[in-house]
């Protein structure tokens, strides 16, 4: 089974850069993911980390640390569109692809 | 680009009625998953399927049950509908051997 940890709400700026943290404890890692999921929509891929390190993907990058089992998203220059909720999602080393989802961070920015 | 569809965004039914939840996606896909998402719960994973006619549990499978009989088509059912299984249902897809998973809009399921 799996534990992933994420705290439930963030504020900030416009403009701002802000940072979210993910915690997992699994028996077994392949892979760590993060969506972006706008209210009343679908979730859309942002990135995908396996190796440790960062992943850089235009203002949004991702960082993992396996031995910590430990997982950030960075998002830079923070505009009113980036208001949602974001999930952290960590796949166990099985043969399917499946993903276990933490609760999700609602990032709410402001002017 | 990958289109994942659902048969209504909307849905309202009765306690003890049987209820389908169609799923369709146009890129071939071997894998396809049910999730449903609830406040407070997060996103958690009923069944999935790995290709046609096969099928298997998730963490929360009670209630449920799945078919797919044509790879673009996986379908959830409600054998009796309960209050407890008012929720957003959320379909998703991938590729076998790739990471990502491409969800539907989803599926607002009222049971009264």
């Known amino acids: 089974g799996q534990n992933i940890d994420q705290p439930t709400e963030m504020t900030a700026t416009e403009g701002a850069i802000v940072q979210i943290n993910c915690t997992y404890q699994?028996?077994?890692?392949?892979?760590l993911f993060w969506y972006q999921q706008h209210a009343g929509e679908a979730p859309t891929f942002l990135s995908y980390?396996?190796?440790?390190g960062l992943e850089e993907k235009g203002r949004f990058s991702s960082f993992l640390s396996r031995s910590k089992g430990y997982s950030y998203l960075l998002l830079k220059e923070l505009q009113m569109k980036d208001s949602a909720s974001y999930l952290c999602?960590?796949?166990?080393?099985?043969?399917?692809?499946?993903?276990?989802f933490g609760k999700g961070t609602m990032l709410l920015v402001s002017p | 680009d990958v289109k994942v569809t659902q048969s209504s965004r909307y849905l309202v039914k009765r306690t003890g009625e049987k209820v389908f939840l169609e799923c369709v996606q146009d890129?071939?896909?071997?894998?396809m998953f049910w999730y449903r998402q609830d406040p407070g719960l997060g996103l958690r994973l009923i069944y999935f399927?790995?290709?046609?006619?096969?099928?298997e549990k998730g963490d929360i499978p009670e209630g449920y049950s799945v078919s797919r009989e044509k790879k673009e088509r996986f379908s959830l059912i409600l054998e009796s509908a309960s209050t407890n299984q008012t929720s957003m249902y959320l379909c998703?897809?991938?590729?076998?051997?790739?990471?990502?998973?491409?969800f539907g809009p989803g599926t607002r399921l009222t049971v009264l």
């Open positions: 890129m071939d896909h071997e894998n």
């Open positions: 699994t028996s077994g890692f392949n892979g």
């Open positions: 999602a960590v796949r166990e080393n099985s043969g399917y692809s499946t993903l276990t």
């Open positions: 399927s790995y290709d046609v006619k096969m099928k």
């Open positions: 980390n396996v190796l440790d």
């Open positions: 998703a897809s991938s590729l076998f051997g790739k990471n990502e998973q491409f």
